[in-house]
């Protein structure tokens, strides 16, 4: 199995356009004039840079024994439609226990040099 824990992700630049947060709004049921959501940090900060995890061949992840198990989010404050966000993901743990892999990642999230968002996932892989 391979080991990439420490690993770290090519930054991944991110605008927050107007059409795509008011979808994402609406279709989690928040007022779209609200500004963005929370949960839209799934989209800058974990979905756009897990897919360079996802990818890499050394990292090895087996989908079809994945399940993701926990995920988190804090925030230095929340981002605005239109802003541009660059997130960095790192492998923070890849440990195996009883024939289970526990791979963390982990992305922070900057703009314009400044904290934004931090997250954080746990997938569980079967051996």
Not at 23 to 48: K, N
Request: net charge negative.
């Amino acid at each position: 199995m391979s080991k990439v824990a420490g690993k770290t992700y090519p930054q991944v630049e991110t605008r927050l356009e107007a059409d795509h947060v008011r979808a994402f709004a609406e279709a989690i049921g928040a007022d779209p004039q609200a500004g963005v959501p929370p949960t839209y940090a799934a989209v800058y900060a974990l979905f756009s840079t897990a897919v360079q995890l996802y990818g890499d061949e050394d990292a090895a992840v087996d989908f079809q024994h994945l399940l993701h198990s926990e995920q988190e989010f804090s925030w230095t404050r929340h981002p605005e439609v239109g802003e541009t966000v660059l997130a960095r993901g790192r492998v923070e743990e890849d440990v195996e226990r009883r024939n289970l892999r526990f791979l963390t990642y982990a992305t922070s999230v900057d703009s314009g040099g400044e904290p934004l968002c931090s997250s954080r996932m746990v997938n569980v892989i079967r051996g």
